[in-house]
């Protein structure tokens, strides 16, 4: 069903400069994807960290909100009280701190395999929502302006979902927080539905432990409301972790499909897809039985963390959908598949 590129993966780490000297690119994952100007375009969401140069200390980079700039804070690697065992964090007994701080940059390409990448961020952490970095940007065409929503990670907000537009990729204008704490993985749907716009986002309770994909709609892109759970994780299946929208929803005879990500309580995650009523999002006609994309090259089983394939965005030309995707949350890949293929695994 999925025929992945012989060059993958396209894009790695040593293809991303720092944006500073004292970083190092560690993860190069999870784009946004869109046509500009003919060509294909990626928003990257570029991984780095505070380059180590003493054994005795772990550094993490953060934005100051007082500063107003990203600083470094050190810690001493033998200090008992903090847990260094997961990779992705610094666990002190006061808060937790990430261990790299993500931006985006635009990346451009002709035939959609070769791309230049630009050497600066075009988004990079800015204010109290994202102390802690952006992350997992989607890209929504709507009339001339793009949409573009990512996550915004701070220790004293959590994760919210916040909104920038653009008409080039050059300049943005942040249009702040459009979904609290904690909610990520939104999609905005790139048409109305019945006068109003629609997006899909994902809640999270940690009192209760849901993690579902909800649909919400909005008269502005703004303010969003009537919010409905849309589906949830199944008990036995391959999704039985957790799950989350990916790609931006596009029309197909019958509805609207949603490629999304879901997870095994390994977190092992895959790529299945989501059929929805054409007039009527909140309504799910029907969902993929299997994956239609899972971890299997090497590139997706082994790196930052592993066993994963996650998508923010496709591009869907003459029946065939072009996957760029995120490998072992390390890497971007690239795929295809027909349509009627991954059309096959609905029931």
Known sequence: MITRCPENPIIAPKDVKPSRPEFEVVCVFNCG?????????????????????????????????????VIIKDFPTDDPTIDYSDSRYVYTKDRIYLSSMSNFRVARSKDGVHFEIEDKPVLEPANEYEMYGIEDPR??????????NYSACSVTTGVTTSLATTKDFVTFERQGVIFPPDNKDVAIFPDKVGGKYYALHRPISYEYKTKDIWVAESPDLVCWGNHKRLISARPGMWDNGRIGCSAVPFRVDGGWLELYHGASVENRYCLGALLLDEN?????????EKPFMEPEADYEVNGFFGNVVFNCGVLVEDGTVKIYYGGADTVVGYAEAALEDIMSTLK
């Not at 009527?280 to 993929?288: E, H, I, Q, T, Y």
Request: proline share 5%; glycine share 8%.
């Open 139 to 148: 890209i929504t065409l709507i009339g001339d302006t793009y949409y573009v």
């Open 280 to 288: 009527d999002p909140s309504k799910v006609l029907a969902r993929g």
């Open 33 to 69: 994807v869109t046509r500009y100007e003919g060509d294909v375009l990626l928003l990257l969401r570029v991984a780095e960290r505070v380059k180590a140069t003493d054994p005795a200390i772990c550094s993490v980079p953060l934005f100051d909100v007082e500063q107003g700039k």
